[in-house]
């Protein structure tokens, strides 16, 4: 799958009811690969919510018993940052709006993305 078709997938999601911008982001370094907004601010942002998950993966054992970690949500007074794997080497970092978007649907949706993420990746 090209690069083209990637971001395509990333920007399908960032049209969400509710999505502000959607980013693809190293988990080992925060680096981001692809972004729906061209805000250097919204890139900021998407490498420091990097470190929301790298909190979890360094206290992965205290909630063992809850089962794998699907995603981590942080509301913030203008915002909510959710960040969720795609593949081992990638999350997805998505901001919107308070209380607009249709959480229970999102693994669905991310699921297109994380297939041409790892079809791209081959």
Request: glycine share 4%.
């Amino acid at each position: 799958m090209s690069q083209l078709h990637l971001k395509r997938a990333l920007l399908e999601l960032s049209l969400e009811h509710g999505v502000i911008g959607c980013a693809l982001v190293a988990t080992d370094t925060g680096f981001v690969f692809a972004s729906t907004l061209v805000q250097s601010e919204f890139e900021i942002i998407a490498e420091s919510a990097r470190d929301y998950w790298i909190l979890h993966t360094k206290n992965t054992q205290a909630f063992d018993r809850l089962g794998d970690v699907r995603n981590i949500s942080v509301q913030h007074q203008k915002g909510l940052l959710n960040v969720q794997p795609c593949d081992d080497q990638t999350l997805l970092v998505t901001l919107a709006k308070l209380g607009q978007v249709q959480w229970q649907n999102w693994p669905e949706k991310v699921a297109n993305l994380a297939k041409n993420l790892s079809v791209s990746a081959n």
